[in-house]
């Protein structure tokens, strides 16, 4: 069994969502995406957010996802910083 596990990960990532409004995962799948990006944005030289000694890059971005170090942004939301930064 993978620890923490994809619910534990979808709980802290929800975490901030309150009761009425829609969660900012719903699936397995955006867990595995969102920490792939993270190692591959590791992997391209970007420091490690949690202490890591000798760990992968991809156990490194679980852990700072289940650390709550790293967030997950819906795509209204990135598209909504995307035209703050434009302007």
């Known amino acids: 069994m993978l ?12 975490s901030e969502v309150g009761e009425n409004e829609t969660p900012v995962v719903n699936s397995r799948y955006s867990i ?12 391209g030289g970007a420091d490690p957010l949690v202490y890591s000694s000798g760990k992968k890059p991809l156990s490194v971005a ?11 942004m819906a795509e ?3 598209s909504e910083d995307e035209i ?4």
């Open 62 to 72: 679980v852990e700072e996802l289940d650390k709550a170090k790293i967030k997950i």
């Open 84 to 87: 703050e930064l434009a302007e």
């Open 76 to 78: 209204e939301e990135k």
């Open 3 to 14: 620890h923490p596990s994809y619910t534990d990960l979808m709980n802290v990532v929800n």
């Open 32 to 43: 595995v995406l969102a920490t792939a990006k993270r190692a591959r944005e590791i992997i």
